[in-house]
């Protein structure tokens, strides 16, 4: 399966008996998923069937679908003037400007008075209903193919922006792996270096134990376990992209326990260089846990 973005947009429409359909999708970022409907008055019944539609579709986003359908002229239902009740608007009206001297009542003020143009409701056949129900569906499932290939082609290209990041990570890992402070003898003297420095300050201490703790010091500073986990969280990372589908979630997790041994790492770091490479790797988990936020 391909990596899919969570942003994307798509827009499909067609026409059926006269009447023109219109769908509009747009995605963002979201934790799970969820449809924000925005459909046509007279087409709430289809929102069920809208909702599972996207919900089959996608696992993570937060989906905006507006439906348009514009009637074919034939179909249009003649609106009702209640000219009595206008009548009496009206005459209303006329008093109060004399006796106020108010502005006159314009006609379009008066027509959009609650009760006085009504449109009657359209009277439409089951047949006619399931037609105009099965084109509207039809229409977004190809709005729904364009939201997928959309998502798709931004998955592909945040892969790409993933792939360096993972790379990156690797390259830092490694260059700490190889430190020379890491190697032993520099940590021989390392230890040398600190035992004679405490015997300088003070004749009394014992020089075995002195290198005893400093062999132990030495020793929970180590990295190995961090640079260990780092390895297998990178090819971890490369097996989730390379997999595809919704990896999101997954490759969430791997960049917050990216950062986690890169913190361990710095604290752990007897050596500048060290701590120089794990501040430079967290920056760029950093940069990659950003990109990942945006993945199905």
């Known amino acids: 399966m391909n990596l899919q973005s969570m942003t994307g947009f798509s827009r499909a429409a067609a026409e059926h008996d006269g009447a023109s359909i219109a769908w509009e ?19 709430e019944r289809l929102e069920p069937l809208v909702r599972q539609l996207v919900q089959k579709r996608f696992s993570r986003g937060n989906i905006q679908a507006s439906l348009t359908v514009g009637r074919a002229a034939g179909t249009l239902v003649q609106p009702v003037i209640n000219e009595a009740f206008l009548k009496d608007l009206a005459g209303l009206a006329k ?11 314009s006609a379009d003020g008066l027509l959009a008075l609650r009760g006085v143009l009504e449109i009657p409701e359209a009277t439409e056949t089951e047949e006619a209903r399931a ?12 709005a729904l ?10 998955g592909a290209a945040l892969k790409a922006v993933l792939s360096v990041h993972i790379g990156t990570i690797e390259v830092l890992v490694l260059r700490a792996e190889a430190d020379p402070s890491r190697e032993p003898a520099a940590i021989r003297a390392r230890i040398a270096e600190q035992v004679a420095l405490l015997m300088d300050a003070s004749a009394n201490l014992d020089e075995n134990r002195l290198h005893q703790e400093a062999a132990f010091l030495a020793t929970k500073a180590d990295i190995r376990e961090e ?19 919704a990896v999101g979630r997954k490759l969430d997790f791997l960049a917050q326990e990216f950062n986690r041994e890169s913190n361990t790492l710095c604290s752990k770091s007897n050596a500048a260089t060290v701590t120089a490479i794990g501040l430079e790797l967290k920056a760029v988990v950093d940069q990659f846990r950003e990109q990942v936020q945006n993945l199905e």
């Open 25 to 43: 999708l747009k995605s963002v970022n979201g934790k799970t998923i969820e449809a924000r409907l925005r459909l046509q008055q007279g087409f």
């Open 95 to 105: 008093r109060l400007e004399e006796q106020f001297g108010l502005a006159p009542a």
């Open 131 to 142: 037609a105009i129900d099965a084109a509207v569906l039809a229409v977004l499932e190809r």
């Open 145 to 154: 193919d364009g939201l997928e290939q959309a998502r798709q082609a931004e």
């Open 227 to 245: 640079i260990d986990r780092l390895k297998t969280h990178v090819a971890s990372a490369r097996a989730l992209l390379d997999g595809g589908g």
